[in-house]
């Protein structure tokens, strides 16, 4: 195997709704939110870890590919390959992301397998907040993220129960989206990296999803500096 080249993919991620990534701050502060977004230690802006939009990909590529069922809910493993009935598409997914190691010592089928695969090809980066966008919420004399209230219904009485509030990064909020792919052997996985992006866009990232939290779009995309696609839509994900 031979690397050609690291090339590197970026974009802008744009929020379309309010998007909730959770610090896992467990200590409660008077007058603060119960559920706080993840900020800079430095900064204090909020973030998009490179390791939400990394697991939320390939978790999306594996039930797209069909894989999940195989590997009983984990992540694809190297050993899960000959039980599938798309190896490719398995290949591809491992490729792309890595896998854990089995343990131990490996068998000669084993050793075959690792050196078809060969290494991680991605590796995300944590997207920071646009300095446009910092500017701009500045200007206005708004702040980067916002308090949502949210409460339970009782069906028979219609009452309001249980309130709680999240903190969320609000819609319209800019990141600088970049990843690095490494290139071996003159391979081209680029549609399989916009396929798991789509997928991205049309799930949603982070948390609440399924309440409305999360939706984006990657918008500007540019492969080593050279503008590529305006958008997603043309991907297609059937």
């Given at each position: 195997?031979?690397?050609?080249?690291?090339?590197k993919?970026?974009?802008?991620?744009?929020?379309?709704?309010?998007?909730?990534?959770?610090?896992?701050?467990?200590?409660?502060?008077?007058?603060?939110?119960?559920?706080?977004?993840?900020?800079?230690?430095?900064t204090?802006?909020?973030?998009?870890?490179?390791?939400?939009?990394?697991?939320?990909?390939?978790?999306?590529?594996?039930?797209?590919?069909?894989?999940?069922?195989?590997?009983?809910?984990?992540?694809?493993?190297?050993?899960?390959?000959?039980?599938?009935?798309?190896?490719?598409?398995?290949?591809?997914?491992?490729?792309?992301?890595?896998?854990?190691?089995?343990?131990?010592?490996?068998?000669?089928?084993?050793?075959?397998?690792?050196?078809?695969?060969?290494?991680?090809?991605?590796?995300?980066?944590?997207?920071?907040?646009d300095?446009?966008?910092?500017?701009?919420m500045?200007?206005?004399?708004?702040?980067?993220?916002?308090?949502?209230?949210?409460?339970?219904?009782?069906?028979?009485?219609?009452?309001?129960?249980?309130?709680?509030?999240?903190?969320?990064?609000?819609?319209?909020?800019?990141?600088?989206f970049?990843?690095?792919?490494?290139?071996?052997?003159?391979?081209?996985?680029m549609?399989?990296?916009?396929?798991?992006?789509?997928?991205?866009?049309?799930?949603?990232?982070?948390?609440?999803?399924?309440?409305?939290?999360?939706?984006?779009?990657?918008?500007?995309?540019?492969?080593?500096?050279?503008?590529?696609?305006?958008?997603?839509?043309?991907?297609?994900?059937?």
């Open positions: 195997m031979k690397l050609d080249k690291i090339a993919l970026e974009a802008t991620l744009e929020l379309v709704t309010g998007l909730h990534i959770g610090s896992g701050n467990a200590e409660m502060h008077i007058g603060g939110t119960d559920n706080p977004v993840i900020k800079h230690p430095a204090g802006h909020p973030y998009v870890p490179g390791s939400s939009l990394k697991g939320k990909m390939r978790s999306l590529m594996e039930w797209h590919a069909g894989v999940v069922g195989v590997a009983k809910g984990k992540p694809l493993g190297i050993e899960h390959l000959d039980a599938l009935d798309d190896r490719d598409a398995g290949l591809t997914i491992l490729r792309l992301f890595g896998y854990a190691p089995t343990g131990g010592a490996l068998s000669p089928e084993m050793e075959a397998l690792v050196a078809e695969i060969g290494p991680t090809r991605l590796a995300f980066w944590d997207c920071e907040p300095p446009a966008w910092i500017a701009e500045e200007a206005k004399n708004l702040l980067l993220t916002e308090t949502k209230m949210e409460n339970r219904i009782d069906r028979i009485r219609g009452v309001a129960e249980h309130p709680r509030n999240t903190e969320r990064v609000p819609a319209g909020a800019r990141f600088r970049r990843l690095t792919i490494k290139v071996i052997d003159g391979e081209d996985l549609d399989e990296i916009l396929r798991g992006l789509r997928l991205v866009e049309l799930s949603g990232l982070g948390g609440s999803v399924s309440r409305g939290y999360g939706k984006v779009v990657f918008r500007d995309l540019r492969l080593d500096g050279t503008p590529k696609w305006a958008n997603l839509d043309h991907v297609a994900v059937a």
